[in-house]
């Protein structure tokens, strides 16, 4: 661990760097096959995580369907259904259904061109 650290460490390093050789970070944005080295391997990485978490997100998905699941009481699972609300909401819309079609025969305007 020691050696690793020291290559960042410009005071500790053995070998300084001799005109015409650059250092790997000086490459970056500069060689195209660094570029494509960091690009691949970026690539990978962020490809291994998102196949980790889809694998963990299957794998939880899978424990929670094979568990035994909550029975509702019978008053909780019954729908509430209202007939008297539905008959309100039909005839609202059959009047509106009614008020369009009165409209569209008394519209005296000028007929559409494009109808024959």
Avoid at 53 to 68: I, K, P, R
């Amino acid at each position: 661990m020691k050696n690793f650290l020291t290559i960042f460490n410009k005071k500790n390093q053995k070998h300084p760097i001799e005109p015409g050789q650059k250092s790997i970070f000086s490459l970056v944005a500069g060689d195209a096959f660094v570029d494509w080295t960091l690009i691949i391997i970026t690539a990978c990485i962020v490809g291994a995580g998102l196949i980790g978490v889809g694998g963990y997100v299957y794998m939880n998905t899978q424990a929670v369907l094979q568990s035994e699941g909550t029975v509702l009481p019978e008053s909780a699972a019954a729908s509430h259904f209202d007939v008297a609300k539905l008959k309100t909401v039909i005839s609202t819309f059959d009047a509106h259904a009614n008020q369009r079609v009165m409209l569209g025969k008394g519209y005296t305007g000028p007929k559409d061109p494009s109808l024959p």
